[in-house]
């Protein structure tokens, strides 16, 4: 549930490998204003501001997200 998080968290989210759409890792990010909407709320990782929607795959705990990673893909996160 997206209202669940402020400015500041610690998240984790799945990032594709653009390169390589079939691999997917694991990545620590931290929940920020949205620099060009600072009404909402975005996700910042590798240098880049993700907008806090619906539709990402975003975890409050290392652990939930590695869970949700072998269900999703059945392999393990290492």
Sequence with gaps: MLSNYEVGDVVYVFIRNPHIQDVANIQEAA???DPENPE???VF???TYYPLTSDMAIYSSQS???EAYRQFFGEDTA
Excluded: C, I, N, P
Aim: glycine fraction near 0%; hydrophobic fraction near 50%; charged fraction near 35%.
């Design 31 to 33: 929940v920020v204003k």
């Design 64 to 66: 939930e997200a590695e």
């Design 45 to 47: 990782v590798y240098e």
């Design 40 to 42: 909402q709320l975005a």
